[in-house]
């Protein structure tokens, strides 16, 4: 993928959490939350971002859609032709980026308020973007729920929230992130609260609607299984750091780098003849507060050395087809 | 159909065919009901599922009776004062009957609660007195809730001076004594009823209500659907009026009732004192007797009871309803 053609184009995209700050009082230390993350996403494509509890992946979502201002770096979007620097957005340019960025957000019962019914909360989009008058928004939300399932629309409409189940609700989600026809939707693990029954429906209406939509993913999640699902490209973070990327079944298949061969190792095998070795490593994930300057993963790292330790976290390089991955020794 | 012509803003939105696009029943089932008559019907189900929930209470009942007793009174006072009653000797005010003499005079067949020291129905003012009652009531508590819940909304989403500023204006108030100030006031102004209603709302609404409301409008605005709101492109306005205020409402209402409590309670103490500048009140009943040299006299009992009394009995019922509705709003308090 050349850059041109990329729909988001991120660069060196930093967030760093102060902590300690006081009134009038400097803090003394930073969480390093996303530290330097470099990728490209192809109109059309879906990328996952896979990873343990606290490497970033929300973080990463919440700047993309800024609801987190960006401390460093760039995320390029491009949208008909019209390039937005969403680090630096102007004020015309905010209108086509809410009109064209959307997010999907993990908890469906936290994301609906429960005082608006599903009408006003799908249609919200279109009232405050002004788009189409009163009868438009009706039967476009009504399209809407037709399209996520909940149908016949007008038993839906004029209903609360907490008259619909965890998938129900999941489903008015999507249909608020859809209803002004997104190019670029983040998923931020919107199955992880559902029942496991429900999951699999979900994300194939995800899917189907991603592609008879023309929207382009950026699915977070940390189960291996659904990133496998639901992407065509991985990408796998450590503590702010994406660690390996590539093509999904290539990363899985043959992983290279030990963070992502301790994930797969973690994960059940479906298929009985597939053998794999088991990968150790130590400890758990902590918080990247202030992190000394080495490879992210050296703690845990079943394969650290010294040079490991003496140089900066080691930088994302291409093994060969588009097969990304940080670290020194491999 | 020329409906069908219409621009469509969806333009790139059409899903073909398979089943995903509105069919003709249901399009015209959307446009048998224009929205405000849902809106309409939804708010009408919302408040007859909360009424249920007060009913299920007591004491809301209790303090509800009560509030509809008074506001009787209050309502047929002028219908008495137009027919029945002969304004000459019944007026709350410039009333007097000669034939009743010696005043105060104890409970008769034309005086139920006898007469006060100046020869004045007690019956027809504790009437009269409970409309300014209400009205003063009503009018700080609106006044208490429409700072409270503004202020309140405004500190918690922008944070920053605006809440900093405001919370030590609250600090500050709330350490004031809030009826030793109004008797200050009262002394270096004459304080009437609007101004009263006013001092009060202003007092109660800059302090604690505006503390109260802040702490939980804070809660909400840390929910998902808040984000979810910037992310569809809301502004800070649209997201203040229309995730955070109607999600404060219930909680405003309810200190609604508590400030009718306290204006009532501040209104007989500052009449008492004879600091406020209104013609009849039950707190100017209590003064008037008390200047007469009747307060600790049990023999003259109709003088104290009857405005004692009402203002204990409003206070408690409007305290009560507060108690009922926190249960409305509260899910977690209710037993169940
Ligand atoms: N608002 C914040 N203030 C301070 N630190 C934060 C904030 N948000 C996130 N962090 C920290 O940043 C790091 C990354 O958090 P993030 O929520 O992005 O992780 P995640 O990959 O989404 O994890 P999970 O799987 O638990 O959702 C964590 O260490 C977290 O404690
Ligand atoms: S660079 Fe070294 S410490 Fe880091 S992952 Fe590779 S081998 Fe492990
Ligand atoms: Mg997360």
């Known amino acids: ?330 | 159909m020329a409906t069908e012509e219409r621009h469509n803003p969806f333009a790139t939105a059409q899903p073909a065919g398979d089943g995903t696009t509105l069919d003709q029943q249901e399009r015209e089932r959307l446009r048998a009901q224009p929205l405000w008559r849902v809106r309409l019907k939804l708010l009408a189900g919302t408040l007859w599922n909360n009424w249920k929930l007060f009913t299920e209470n007591k004491i809301g009942l209790i303090g509800l009776a009560i509030i509809l007793f008074y506001a009787g009174l209050a309502l047929a006072h002028p219908l008495l004062m137009g027919r029945v009653w002969d304004p000459l000797i019944y007026d709350p005010v410039i009333g007097f009957d000669p034939l009743a003499a010696p005043h105060p005079a104890p409970p008769s067949a034309q005086h139920w609660l006898g007469t006060d020291p100046l020869g004045r129905d007690v019956l027809s003012q504790l009437m009269f007195s409970t409309a300014s009652e209400f009205i003063l009531g009503m009018v700080a508590a609106l006044i208490t809730v429409t700072i409270g819940t503004s202020i309140g909304a405004l500190a918690a989403y922008f944070g920053g001076w605006i809440d900093t500023f405001f919370m030590r204006l609250a600090d500050l108030v709330i350490t004031l004594p809030a009826i030793v100030l109004l008797i200050v006031l009262g002394g270096l102004f004459t304080l009437d009823l609007p101004l009263l209603a006013l001092v009060i709302g202003i007092l109660s609404g800059f302090g604690a209500t505006t503390v109260i409301i802040k702490s939980q409008a804070l809660t909400i605005k840390v929910r998902t659907y808040v984000e979810a709101a910037w992310v569809a492109g809301g502004s800070h306005w649209h997201i203040i009026l229309r995730h955070i205020i109607p999600n404060l409402l219930p909680l405003t209402f309810l200190y609604m009732m508590f400030t009718v409590t306290d204006a009532i309670f501040a209104e007989a103490i500052l009449s008492y004192f004879g600091l406020l500048n209104i013609r009849m009140s039950w707190g100017l009943m209590i003064h008037t007797t008390q200047s007469a040299g009747y307060l600790l006299n049990f023999q003259t009992w109709w003088l104290i009871v009857p405005p004692g009394l009402s203002i204990t009995l409003l206070c408690a019922a409007f305290y009560l309803v507060g108690r009922a509705l926190d249960e409305v709003v509260n899910p977690r308090l209710r037993k169940r």
Not at chain 1, 82 to 98: E, H, P
Not at chain 1, 204 to 229: E, F, K, P, S
């Open chain 1, 1 to 330: 993928m050349t850059s041109s053609e990329a729909l988001v184009r991120v660069e060196g995209l930093r967030k760093l959490f102060p902590l300690n700050a006081g009134f009038l009082r400097a803090p003394t230390s930073f969480i390093h939350a996303v530290d330097g993350l470099d990728f490209a996403i192809a109109p059309g494509e879906s990328l996952g971002l896979v990873g343990e509890s606290g490497s970033g992946k929300t973080t990463t979502g919440k700047l993309l859609v800024r609801l987190l201002d960006i401390t460093a770096g760039h995320v390029f979007m491009q949208f008909d032709g019209q390039v937005l620097d969403v680090a630096r957005l102007q004020r015309s340019d905010s209108k086509t980026f809410r009109r064209k960025v959307q997010m999907i957000f993990q908890d469906p019962y936290e994301s609906l308020n429960p005082r608006r019914t599903i009408f006003d909360t799908i249609a919200e989009p279109l009232q405050v973007q002004n788009i189409g008058n009163v009868l438009d928004q009706q039967e476009r939300v009504a399209e809407l729920l037709n399209l996520v399932g909940l149908s016949p629309p007008s038993t839906y409409l004029f209903r609360f929230p907490h008259e619909l189940s965890g998938g129900q609700r999941q489903r008015v989600a999507i249909a608020r992130a859809l209803v002004i026809n997104p190019a670029f939707v983040i998923a931020d693990e919107p199955t992880s609260m559902l029942d496991v029954s429900i999951r699999t429906s979900i994300m194939q209406l995800m899917q189907n609607l991603g592609t008879q939509l023309g929207v382009t993913y950026l699915y977070i999640t940390h189960d291996l299984a659904v990133a496998r699902y639901m992407s065509t490209r991985l990408a796998v973070m450590y503590l702010g750091k994406i660690v390996e990327m590539g093509a999904t079944e290539e990363v899985l298949q043959r992983p290279q780098h030990p963070y992502t061969k301790a994930l797969l190792s973690a994960v059940p095998v479906p298929d009985p003849r597939w053998t794999r070795t088991p990968v150790e490593i130590k400890g758990g994930i902590s918080k990247p507060i202030d992190p000394v300057p080495r490879c992210r993963f050296y703690d845990r790292c079943p394969l650290a050395a010294k040079v490991c330790e003496d140089n900066d976290h080691p930088p994302l390089e291409d093994k060969g087809s588009e097969h990304y991955v940080a670290c020194y020794r491999v």
